[in-house]
Each structure stands twice: as C-alpha cells, then as structure tokens.
C-alpha cells in the first residue's frame, strides 16, 4: 500500500482548489488511476498505521471523505465512507491534529462535518469552521448546515440515493443552480 505522503503529496501539492471541487472528469480519473486500489484499501480500515502522524490522520480522512466522491461521482457509493470519515475527523480533531498541519489543508478535517445529515453534526462543523477563520469555507458550512436545517437531508443525494425528492426539494435544487451539496 501507498503510504499516507504520495496521497498528500498528490492533493495538496500538486492539485487545489479547482481541482478539488471542480468535477472535471480528468480529475476525477486520474484520481482513480493513481488512488483508485489504494482507496480500497483505506475503506477496508488497511490505513490505521496511518494515525501515527497528522497527516496520515488527514490523508486518511481525505481518501475517505472526498476521494471518494472523486471516484463514485452520483453513485451512493460516493458517500459509503461518510460515517468513518467523520468518526476519523472527531477524533483527530479531538486530540489536535487539525492543529498540527498546513492551516490551509486543516479545512479538510472538517469536512466530513459538513458532508454529515446530521444538524448537530453540522452545528459542531459551523463551530469548527469559525474558530479556524477561513470565511469561504464557513460560507459553504453554513449553507451546508442551513440544507440539512431545513430537509433533514440534502437533497442533491436523493437521486443517487435512491430517494423520492419533495417538491420543495425540487424547487430548491432548481433554484441553486449547480450547487451540489
């Protein structure tokens, strides 16, 4: 297995936010040829030895939370790992990781809060969000917290989620335009 580095490396080096949050399909592929075994391998719990540092704590989390998506993008799969990501983020941030990385790559161990169906999650990440001072990011947390304050849920899961949308769910996704949550 690749060790927790090449990963790091990959995504916050040599990629950003473009990339990240772009959904470009080359992305997404050479996501999936250069990580796509070694996300199996992290989803299958073969990373622990990775908690031994921060950043293997954060790029274990990465591979779980977002990569996930790059790789099962409008599958459910994308969003099979969700609760181990947030398990995983909890902890670290717990015991001070975010802290202990790059500020600008702290972000993605509160991630797994915003992508949680959970207001009390949402409400912890609105917080953590705050306290780490990156205004856009709190922007997307919080319109991220307000989703789930008003559905439960966020809508734009539904279809590859198997789940009936409500009218006022349909108007809403039609009203953002693109946005995905």
């Known amino acids: 297995m690749q060790g927790p580095e090449n990963f790091i490396a990959f995504w916050f080096v040599d990629h950003g936010y473009e990339d990240w949050f772009g959904g470009e399909p080359a992305f997404d592929a050479k996501c999936a040829e250069r990580f796509g075994e070694l996300h199996g391998q992290v989803a299958r719990g073969e990373a622990w030895e990775w908690r031994a540092t921060p950043e293997g704590r ?10 996930s998506r790059q790789l099962h993008r ?70 991220h917290r307000d989703t789930i304050a008003r559905f439960g849920r966020f ?16 108007a809403y996704m039609q009203e953002q335009e693109g946005r995905v949550f």
């Open 58 to 67: 954060l790029a274990e989390i990465v591979v779980l939370d977002q990569l």
């Open 155 to 170: 809508p734009f899961r539904n279809a590859a989620l198997g789940r009936d949308s409500t009218s006022e769910e349909i």
């Open 74 to 143: 409008n599958s459910p799969v994308a969003f099979a790992q969700d609760k181990m990501a947030l398990a995983l983020a909890q902890e670290a941030v717990a015991m001070g990781a975010d802290d202990a990385v790059e500020r600008d790559w702290a972000t993605f161990f509160y991630m797994p809060y915003m992508h949680a169906e959970s207001l009390v999650v949402q409400n912890e990440g609105v917080r953590l969000f705050e306290l780490h001072g990156d205004e856009k990011s709190l922007e997307f947390m919080i319109a």
